[in-house]
T-cell receptor, first 115, second 114 residues
Framework: DAGVIQSPRHEVTEMGQEVTLRCKPI?????LFWYRQTMMRGLELLIY????????DSGMPEDRFSAKMPNASFSTLKIQPSEPRDSAVYFC?????????????FGAGSRLTVL | GEDVEQSLFLSVREGDSSVINCTYT??????LYWYKQEPGAGLQLLTY?????DMKQDQRLTVLLNKKDKHLSLRIADTQTGDSAIYFC??????????????FGRGTQLTVWP
């Protein structure tokens, strides 16, 4: 298995532009998580899905952020309009249905820089 | 609450043992985890322990859990320069609305000096 695949790995954009981050979870995993990592706040959970349904989006910072999971093999995190304070590394992670422990597999992350 | 706390930095000499500590507040945690993050990479699961255990050993790694004090530690024996990374402590409570969710600490940056 190729693991959790995220794209793009790096994105540099200007303030006000729309940003779309993509994630392909591991096949058969039924949970998908979006995290954001910054030096100031550490690792923050933004939103997570179970069987493509959003379960908890209380970590989404503002209405500028939205996430979708149209099917079991794809999710997007969109920021519109982007701001410099959105600069961070965004991680996607997925979890297997059968595991008793909550073992998440993380992608390599998408590093976003908003100028 | 779901607070998980750990110290931010630890430096050790190569060959020494490293001990990374973590405290958590919720006694209903079902599993506790250690994840490792190398530079430029995502988090990778190192090991986890079920809450009814007090110790787990896996090669150079030893996890100790003190449920009474809500304290978790990760000991790395014979620490190598390749162990330099950020280590995250996390907990989960697999019930109700929190099912499936992990709560992470801020991470401990381990630096190993040759």
């Amino acid at each position: 298995d190729a693991g959790v695949i995220q794209s793009p790995r790096h994105e540099v954009t200007e303030m006000g532009q729309e940003v779309t981050l993509r994630c392909k979870p591991i096949s058969g995993h039924d949970y998908l998580f979006w995290y954001r990592q910054t030096m100031m706040r550490g690792l923050e959970l933004l939103i997570y899905f179970n069987n493509n349904v959003p379960i908890d989006d209380s970590g989404m910072p503002e209405d500028r952020f939205s996430a979708k999971m149209p099917n079991a093999s794809f999710s997007t995190l969109k920021i519109q309009p982007s701001e410099p304070r959105d600069s961070a590394v965004y991680f996607c992670a997925s979890r297997a249905r059968s595991s008793g422990a909550n073992v998440l597999t993380f992608g390599a992350g998408s590093r976003l820089t908003v100028l | 609450g779901e607070d998980v706390e750990q110290s931010l930095f630890l430096s050790v000499r190569e060959g020494d043992s490293s001990v990374i500590n973590c405290t958590y507040t919720d006694s209903s945690s079902t599993y506790l985890y250690w994840y490792k993050q190398e530079p430029g990479a995502g988090l990778q699961l190192l090991t986890y322990i079920f809450s009814n255990m007090d110790m787990k050993q896996d090669q150079r790694l030893t996890v100790l859990l003190n449920k009474k004090d809500k304290h978790l530690s990760l000991r790395i024996a014979d620490t190598q320069t390749g162990d330099s990374a950020i280590y995250f402590c996390a907990e989960s409570k697999d019930r109700g609305s929190t099912l499936g969710r992990l709560y992470f600490g801020r991470g401990t940056q381990l630096t190993v000096w040759p």
